[in-house]
DNA sequence: TCCTTTAATGCTCATTGTGAGCATAAGTGA
DNA sequence: TCACTTATGCTCACAATGAGCATTAAAGGA
């Protein structure tokens, strides 16, 4: 299993989430056209460490929670690349915004300044109807009735148009589609010929290479990953109030949430205690503060077993 | 972003599942030991083209649905490695097993045989009697009271001991507790001075490197996405009864499953559909044979939403 | 032929979980 | 004091789930 390959470099990238003022935000370089990466080093003990110090290099930020996302190597990925072929490995990091000393360049941007329809939070945002316009005009340009139906069918599907349900977990596969249907300006720039259009909607800003599509990977994993595991925690202070909380996931999702019913879960899956404080500023009547249960991490409940399991004998 | 890198090789890894004879099993060479892998190379268009085409090469075998798993660098991963490093991209295959033509050495071996303990499928498994002998000691070889405990909490978490519950998904988790504890080869082979031992139990068969790392990691992913993802049919010919689709089901989880709420699940999610054949073979009554519905995979069901959503106004 | 065994299939019932929304409490500022 | 805002408690209908009883339909002897 000797290998005789083309010389080949293995990147690290890394998408770093923090939610601050009610907006998820990611942590970018070059004002905001890039993640943070570099090339994965002899001196690194492991990928995950040398995220972290790539991170910490570049931003001057410290890293908590972190996670790998994904691998990316498709040949025709890099723009210039000369013979080398890269491997980029990508991570999720989950912290708290930091301010203090941040390298020049560097900016904590909303994700839905990359992604404007995914924020569903006030309902559709308005740049969806320009969007699914210019949808509607690249399912009709498809040569033949049958592939006329199926971009229709798919585009419909992915962003819930008609009696069809907003699934806010699939940003991925709207970018995608997005990005086919020759609207994002990332695929502009791979397949020069296609040029904007007069009528083309706003599809958010664009970034270096495919940095944008990880990041559309890691929207997608931790919207989905938030509804099973606890790690919304790790996005904010150790206390708050269930507003805050709720405040948290719902930048996160895109979506709002029933107030009384959030309430509810927290109670019923005890993820979260008291601390007697109590939080004054709230515009109404004061809301107790609460602290994340770290237990639970140990505990570890097993999200909901869609097996019906037998118990006893059969 | 121009890198200087030590020399680097990155290797794809393929765990490629099926279910025969209520068994499942995993594709390998050299009669069990290793999985079939090969260095990334300038010919292949992508990382999962190139999984592919080792896999055919080294084992006769076509493949159907697969799946990223995870990539592995830590640096001290592989034995006798020598200067070069390598990056490992671990792909996980669903396929039907099929035995015309393999090339020599290539075999289809129960998962079971590398996790005996992982089987509940009739009941707690005997070998985890003898493993959780082995593990109280390991854990009262501890020095300090609180390390003692700690070792004591995580293994009786991870195998579910006393009143906890034995959760099927932990499969990862469970091998490198069993690797830290010095019970499994692969850990004894890494670290030589410590000594199997005469009351050591027996914790299945070992595999080249880390391997049976990278399987366990694949068994942990399938048992886990098999409950919100509609992927046990990638492990069943085309029509089946209940009861097949059961015990595919049954044999990933190593759990059995409650047969009349099983059958209500599948009515329920309207995931299959009525061939109009009869199963006659069946030992009792004859069955309805079913197949799939492969337009689910376009509706995708959103599995279980675990977020209150507020629908009308607020 | 009738009885026993083995599965397949249908159905019930108690319990729990979820969606929606009413009602009350406890602050602030006019 | 009133209007307004957010926090918190609670109810009610309905869906989903766990357990298990009951019936149906085949095979293989006695």
New binding site residues.
Partial sequence: MVSTTAPLDAELIAVVAAVTARMPRVLTLETGISLPSGPFESVHRSLQSGVRSWVERQTHHPLGHIEQLYTFADRDRLENSGPRRVISVGYLALTLEFRRDPAPGVGWWSWYRYFPWEDHRQGPPPVLAPILGALERWATRASGTAERRERRRRYRHAFGVGGLAWNEEWVLQRYELLYEAGLIAEARRRHPGTEPGRDSPPTGEAMVQDHRRILATAITRLRAKIKYRPVVFELLPPTF???ELQQAVEAIAGLRL????F???MV?QKLVEPTGAIE?Q???????RYRFRREVLLEQAPG???L?????RI
């Fill in positions: 109030t269930y507003l029933h107030k009384q019913n309430r509810r879960l019923q004054v709230t515009g109404g009547r004061p809301a107790r909901g077993a869609r019906p399991q037998a118990k006893g």
